[in-house]
């Protein structure tokens, strides 16, 4: 264990702790940007700068590992300073559009202007660079105007999503992320699973279907488990006026972390879809008792209740266990649906229907 | 081996080639062959001897007549008369005073010879790079046999620590203090690396060791990897040096098949082996930890440190990382001892430096000098003195971020004490010298569109904070500065030096605080009096462009 001061609080540490996550165990916040939990630290945006005694300039407290006696100071008014200035740098050749940007609200460089106090400064570059909304992914909306620069989307990109979609092009005052070798998203082999976005601290990389919907204060959260496959990834269903508009993801899902694929986060459209069925739908001859057509036109599709659609499927699998024998039915479930769905369906099989005759699609 | 009675020796390096070094060899042999002389006369090649003025060179030995510039057309005549009839060309002499440069082995002309102290550049210029053998017979790989043969790896890091020997690529870190750092670092994989990735504007003292003597680094590079316990070894050369790239691959398969590079060197356990990696054309891959990301194969971006490259460096493995004038110093140190090479220099800064002088004087080229002399002694006796008409203004020393000394600072031995001393620095050895003709708001203004151009991109200090002093210096030069713009700089680019992840982003302002510390009257002018006092800037708003194309202007 590694012992060091922090603001004057003797910490405790493992070896390999950075100075960030020694501060965060004794609730000393220091702000960062480029920096993410899930991602490899690289201290490029020198926000987390803290001053470490015997050195002779700040160190970033992202990538700093926290050493045996180290004496660290995260708030110094020297401190203040160099955050504000590079705070300012940042927004300098930022556009002013916060009013109309998608993130504002959930914005990491705007909660940190607020929380230093940091006014656009009238020095900075009078013009927009590139074009907003640049890129044809019907996912991801690309705004390169409002990059900070931090390497985020392409750390989640190479990291999470092993995709390589996102790199850093030219130098100096110019870099900014391309995909591949500055092509489009998708030529550059991108799968949209949207972590780029995920990982945005700014409106830079945004959600292109959600856009000007509706933004994070306005949404209430729904946390739920994805129907598309077995996984059971969990997200949050962002609904505004009783419509699902987008969906987030988040660390707190226990599976699936902040990693989703192109159906979890983007495949949501089907829920307010009309075509959509939201209630069973049965052959009239079932509900008026009538029989089945041999030649013609067949009955027509009538919509029913739960409990009718239930008790009808129910009383015809019934019949036919007693007409023809167990083994005449047979169960096949899905691997889109979960474990415990696929646990219950072998159980119904098996005990209530007393037959062995249950598979699986992903057998085919 | 046949005895010849004479050798010709023609320069070679890129600029050589470009005046047509390479006719001049092949109508030589021509020449040599209708006199049937090819027996009795070799021709051969050497690298840049340090100047540019009088390329091709064409030395004939063992006379040590110094012909230039040649041109194919005298070949066949120099040919003749020199070594058929035995006489002096007159006409083809290389002009004397151009000739009283650097070149060691040129004492003979009296009167014009500034005493050379050569130890990195001791066979530049003097051997063929391309032979083995020569390098052999001149002490070459002797250092190593008695590194291997004499010596524990513990006793060659004594002695580098007892030399004082520091870090030539600027920093002036001790030597053997980093060895010994990388020797007791954790790990069974080791790696040496050299670099060679020369992109400090003006300064050429590295091209000229690995263009005109590669084997100097391979058998340094041996005794480093030795020293640590390291057994693979890479050197990151600049993508531009073409001809480097090509002698030290010559060098290496010729060490390779004479036992000194490879397995079991020098019939030992050791075993070595190097590869060269080319850079492609990034000024921060000089910077070590960008140069190990860029050998990576990933975008050359500096790292965090620490962890330092000395435990965590190439493949996340202990890592030496020595600029090649350091690892130059390796073998001659070995070879005569620490108390010789103390002996050089001055007791802080032992040793010799190599220097590159650019500007406004009548000598342009490289010297290597003893660590101490003054700018005065170096523009006076090395330079021959400014040009005519020309008085010293200020020199920049060590590059692009290196200081901007004024005149009256010349007298300031140039060691790395002293300058730290003078709150300036040495870097990487490039003086540029300017004369009353320099505008110093332009100059500044040309070094910090360099660097913001070459800054990485990494970190927010450096990639926004060079382009807005840019900026503004820009403003200055076209007469719309601000004094309040002064200040502001000043302040980013005390934050530049506090937050800036590498030493880039720390020095891209250097210069800018040296106009400020020692001409404000002259960037004043430019605000106050909308004037530039030299003339040089065009002090007009028409001109004022913007650097970047935008696609909507905000008004």
Known sequence: MINLKINGKEVQVPEGTTVLQAAGQVGVTIPTLCNHPDLHATGGCRICVVDVKGWRTPMASCTLPASEGMEVETHSPAILKSRKTILELLLANHPRDCLTCDVGGSCELQDLSYEYQVQVPEWGTKGTRYIADSDPNPFVRVDMNRCIQCTRCVRACTEIQGRFVWTMAERGFDTHPVPGADTDMLDARCESCGACVAYCPTGALSDKMSYGQGRTHQVKKVMTTCTFCGVGCQFELNVKDGRVIRVTSTEEAPVNGNHLCVKGRYGYDFIHHPDRLVKPKVRRYLIEGKKKKTKGKPWEWVETDWDTALDLAARKLHDVRTNFGADSIGVLTSAKCTNEENYVMNKFARQVLGTNNIDHCARL | MKTKRAMILVSNDPESIRLGANEVVQHLNEALASYDL??????????????????????????????????????????????????????????????????????????????????????????????????????????????????????????????????????????????????????????????????????????????????????????????????????????????????????????????????????????????????????????????????????????????????????????????????????????????????????????????????????????????????REVINIYAKGMKPGSILKLAQTGGSSGSIIPADLQDTPMDFESFRKAGVSLGSGALLICDQHTCIVDLVKVLLQFFRFESCGKCTPCRVGAQRIYEITKRLTQGQGEIADLDIALDLISEMERTSNCGLGQTAGTAFRGMMTHFREEVEAHILNRVCPTGVCSMDPETAQSDYIFITQEK
């Open chain 2, 38 to 375: 090819q027996d009795e006369v070799d021709v051969s090649t050497i690298s840049d001897v340090g100047y540019s003025n009088i390329l091709p060179l064409v030395i004939v030995y063992p006379d040590t007549v110094v012909y230039g510039p040649v041109k194919a057309s005298d070949a066949r005549y120099l040919v003749e008369e020199h070594l058929y009839k035995g006489r002096v060309v007159n006409d083809l002499l290389a002009p004397p005073k151009a000739l009283t440069g650097p070149i060691g082995f040129l004492r003979g002309h009296k009167g014009y010879n500034p005493a050379e102290q050569r130890v990195v550049l001791e066979r530049a210029g003097r051997i063929d790079p391309e032979s083995i053998e020569e390098f052999i017979s001149a002490n070459g790989y002797e250092a190593l046999g008695k590194a291997l043969s004499e010596l524990t790896p513990e006793g060659v890091i004594e002695i580098i620590e007892k030399s004082g020997l520091q870090g030539r690529g600027g920093a002036g870190f001790p030597t053997g203090r980093k060895w010994r750092f990388v020797r007791g670092a954790k790990g069974e994989k080791k790696y040496v690396v050299c670099n060679a990735d020369e992109s400090e504007p003006g300064t050429f003292k590295d091209r000229l060791v690995l263009e005109g003597d590669p084997h100097l680094i391979i058998e340094a590079m041996v005794i480093a990897g030795y020293a640590i316990g390291a057994d693979e070894g890479y050197i990151y050369i600049r993508g531009e040096y073409g001809l480097a790239y090509q002698h030290l691959e010559t060098a290496i398969a010729q060490a390779k098949e004479y036992g000194f590079l490879g397995d079991n060197i020098f019939g030992t356990d050791f075993c070595f082996n190097i590869h060269v990696h080319a850079g492609a054309g990034a000024y921060v891959c000089g910077e070590e930890t960008a140069l190990i990301e860029s050998i990576e194969g990933k975008r050359g971006e500096p790292r965090s440190r620490p962890p330092y490259p000395t435990t965590n460096g190439l493949w996340d493995k202990p890592t030496l990382v020595n600029n090649v004038e350091t690892l130059a110093n390796i073998p001659p140190i070995l070879r005569n001892g620490a108390d010789w090479y103390k002996s050089l220099g001055t007791p802080s800064s032992p040793g010799t430096k190599v220097y590159t002088i650019m500007g406004n004087v009548n000598f342009r080229g490289v010297i290597e000098v003893p660590m101490g002399i003054t700018l």
